[in-house]
């Protein structure tokens, strides 16, 4: 799969999780001193914009932007949030 096609699957999962006020767990990469590394975390998905996401991430208890492009892959949960903000998908 193509960056492209990776960036539109994630996009659309995203969308659909926020309809649904679903939870998404996603593994995210990141550079660091030490090089290229990737975590996983679970968010609850507010707003795509300016090529990135906005979510709630529940390791950290505050809401951040995430570059689409650094999102490697997202799956939908099957838990529901209620939402701290208006969601705008």
Do not use: C, W
Request: proline share 4%.
């Amino acid at each position: 799969m193509t960056d492209l096609s990776i960036i539109s699957t994630v996009e659309s999962t995203l969308r659909e999780a926020g309809r649904q006020h679903r939870k998404v767990r996603a593994r995210i990469r990141f550079d660091s001193e030490n090089g290229e590394t990737e975590y996983e975390r679970s968010y609850e998905p507010y707003a795509i914009e300016n090529g990135g996401v906005v979510v709630f991430s529940l390791f950290r208890n505050e809401f951040r932007t995430i570059p689409l492009a650094d999102i490697k892959r997202v799956e939908l949960s099957d838990d529901q949030f209620r939402p701290r903000r208006p969601i705008e998908m």
